[in-house]
């Protein structure tokens, strides 16, 4: 408990409010830990400020209030120790694949011969299934293999948390599975921490060890952590097939539509709420007797035989 | 689909050059047709004036382009020719004012770049110089000059610091708004990758903002080319301002559109010389 690997603690986000008005808050009282080789991803609809606590642990923003840590150090501005991969794949258009990789590469290790730059730039890329298309630039490249360079190049410097901001979020279904594996693939092999802001449901669960939920902003709180215990490796395929999938996707589901929209943040507050509560829908949902303290936990312990099931797209806005 | 496309381009080029020699026909058969000296004295006696002027015609006529090319032939198969201050040839001309003009030019680069970077990245430097920039900018280049000849007292300086100060200001304005207007996603890039501030500027924000620098820079290039011309015909000595002006005042007119034509011909070659520099540097998002 004392000596998580980042840990985040009362944080806020306040914008001065107009004249004469009170403070926007974006979030409040937002605290949780990752430990390490974990693999997190947050849900919570837009306005939330997911972005922001993403950027405030790539030190590309800052919280108005809380701290961060990281191994015992606060984090204190972006570093190489953290690397992030945008929605918006942010490769730089003049260079090509392998050069916008061995940009990475070169600013991690500065003593390198450009030979050795070279050759771990290009394992990566072969990584990523892009051997064939590493002198092309950007502009040449389709969606799905820009954001296969720019987690090339985030998994090439080989940063201790790995910050990854919808990193699918602008591609097509079908190219989404793909990379997913690839992502599976290469994280499975260098075991980094990974932090990922996700509106995709399925998604979280294929790769998620625990998830976090938010409330609706403004004011919003994470509400909770739910756990995934599905075995791994996990497939596209058979996670599906697996008993507890739809539990907790359901449950996921439920929080999204319902719940976070109506939890108030005085009901968290009052608890005492400084980490998320752990929550595993499978334990929950088998147990008979709903937890008495929620009255909204009622809805959460439906099964999948009485929800309607949602595709990821009815999620993405609320 | 893809095959009447490229029939199209080809029968559109091949249309678009034979217009421009149409027209050039045209433009040169009116030129030299209205143009023809007249035969002496209808054929008949000469006049008394003709007489007194050995046979010249009553009203000055422009040359026609038979005469300019027969000038330009002379001119340019022997361009380097110098029998004295005031007979040179034109490539020696064209020589001088390249010379003033690519000082004057790189050293305008020389501050306009940096400078431009600087008031790109910081808006207290943009906001402390903006005024100044604003009231100088429009000043006409040959507005200097009396200020320049008396503070330099030298009349070929006088001329590069006028060229100078007409380029300045397009590569200054150009570079300002090429490195404010980079995306934050690149240098956020540079930011988690943490490059120190000089590699970040070399290797993010340079690369970024160079196509839109180049765009200055050619600007700039246009625009001292036009300059030239005018501080040359004040400053006289050399150049091809001069040669102009001399010209004129030879009432050789026949040299005056010959070195007319010649000054479109280098403007052209310097403005092509950066569009390549600028292919080079471009990128697409």
Not at chain 1, 4 to 28: N, S
Not at chain 2, 257 to 278: E, N, Q
């Amino acid at each position: 408990m004392s000596h998580a690997f980042v840990e985040v603690q009362q944080a806020a986000k306040r914008f001065p409010g107009a004249k004469g008005e009170p403070d926007l808050t974006v979030f409040e009282n937002v605290s949780f830990q990752l430990e390490k080789g974990e693999f997190v991803c947050i849900i919570g609809h837009s306005g939330c400020g997911k972005s922001t606590i993403m950027n405030a642990l790539a030190g590309l923003d800052q919280f108005s209030d809380g701290t961060m840590v990281m191994e015992g150090k606060e984090i204190d501005g972006p570093g190489l120790e953290r690397g992030v991969v945008f929605q918006n794949y942010s490769l730089l258009p003049w260079l090509s694949a392998l050069e916008n990789v061995r940009f990475g590469v070169r600013a991690r290790w500065k003593a390198w011969s450009d030979a050795k730059v070279t050759e771990h730039s290009l394992a990566y890329l072969e990584m990523v299934g892009l051997k064939d298309v590493v002198g092309r630039k950007p502009a040449q490249l389709s969606g799905g293999m820009r954001q296969r360079v720019s987690i090339a190049r985030a998994f090439a410097t080989k940063p201790k948390l790995l910050l990854l901001d919808e990193p699918f979020g602008a591609l097509d279904a079908l190219t989404r599975g793909v990379i997913q594996d690839e992502l599976i693939k290469i994280w499975s092999q260098d075991q980094q921490t990974v932090f990922m802001i996700t509106h995709d449901v399925d998604e979280a669960i294929l790769l998620a060890d625990r998830i976090l939920l938010m409330t609706n902003g403004p004011e919003a709180r994470i509400a909770e952590a739910v756990e995934i215990d599905l075995p791994r490796p996990r497939q596209r395929g058979e996670i599906v097939k697996h008993p507890h999938f739809y539990t907790i996707r359901n449950y996921l589901v439920d929080f999204l539509v319902n719940r976070s929209g109506e939890l108030r943040t005085a009901d968290l507050d009052r608890r005492g709420l400084r980490y998320p509560e752990a929550v595993n829908p499978v334990e929950r949902a088998s147990a008979d007797t709903p937890a008495a303290s929620d009255g909204q936990r009622a809805s959460a312990d439906t099964t999948h035989d009485t929800l309607v099931t949602f595709t990821p797209k009815e999620t993405h806005h609320g | 689909m893809d095959r009447t496309t490229t029939e199209w381009n080809v029968s559109l080029n091949a249309r678009a050059s034979l217009l421009a020699v149409v027209l050039l026909v045209l433009g040169l058969g009116l030129w030299e047709g209205l143009n023809q000296v007249p035969i002496l004295g209808g054929g008949g006696e000469l006049s008394e004036y003709e007489q007194l002027m050995a046979g010249a015609d009553e009203t000055a006529k422009v040359p026609p382009p038979s005469e300019v090319l027969v000038r330009a032939w002379e001119e340019l198969s022997n361009p380097f020719y110098d029998a004295g201050p005031n007979d040179k040839g034109i490539g020696i001309q064209l020589g001088y004012s390249l010379y003033r003009v690519l000082t004057g030019y790189l050293l305008a680069a020389v501050i306009a770049i940096p400078l431009g970077f600087l008031i790109g990245m910081s808006p207290l430097m943009y906001k402390a110089l903006n005024p100044y920039i604003q009231v100088l900018r429009p000043i006409s280049p040959l507005a200097w000059m009396p200020l320049a000849l008396f503070i330099i007292q030298d009349s070929e300086a006088s001329a590069i610091f006028v060229i100078f100060i007409c380029s300045i200001w397009p590569m200054l304005l150009n570079t300002a708004f090429g490195v404010a207007g980079v995306r934050q996603d690149w240098v956020n890039v540079a930011r988690t990758h943490e490059l120190s501030p000089l590699k970040t500027a070399f290797q993010v924000i340079l690369p970024a903002a160079a196509p839109t620098i180049l765009t200055g820079m050619r600007i700039s290039i246009g625009i001292a080319w036009l300059v030239i011309v005018a501080a040359e015909m004040l400053v006289g000595g050399t150049g091809i301002g001069y040669y102009v002006w001399n010209e004129w005042n030879n009432l050789d007119l026949t040299s005056v559109i010959f070195s007319i034509l010649m000054i479109g011909v280098v403007g052209m070659l310097l403005d092509l010389a950066l569009g390549a520099v600028a292919k080079l540097v471009a990128y697409q998002e």
